[in-house]
């Protein structure tokens, strides 16, 4: 087998997902941050009126994961607009947070 028929060998991966997981949490903010070796995105929900904001997850990547994510998002969004119409986005868009705590 050469290298190359190596590298496109088909793995299996079993995920798996546990219900309290499985229900997800609703956000509607994500920062981003980075170093030279990760990728920091806080998922935030801000309540409307609300000053504050709370962090419900916290996910950390290497670079290369960072770049996947945003390929397979856009992949994503280009296809959710060809089967139900363009994602218009607000305007002015969200305020951005001063600071992280």
């Given amino acids: ?26 956000v509607n903010m994500v920062v ?8 920091v995105l806080d998922f935030i929900f801000l309540a409307p009126g609300q000053p504050k904001a709370r962090v419900r997850s ?16 856009g992949d994503n969004i280009a ?7 363009e994602v218009k986005l607000p305007e002015p868009p969200l305020p951005v947070p001063k600071t992280m705590q």
């Fill in 1 to 26: 087998m050469s290298q190359n028929e190596k590298e496109t060998k088909q793995v299996n991966i079993e995920i798996q997902l546990d219900e309290q997981t499985a229900l997800g949490q609703y």
């Fill in 58 to 73: 916290r996910i950390i990547m290497a670079p290369e994961h960072a770049k996947r994510l945003l390929k397979m998002l």
């Fill in 32 to 39: 981003a941050q980075h170093s030279p070796s990760e990728f």
């Fill in 79 to 85: 296809h959710y607009e060809q089967r139900f119409g």
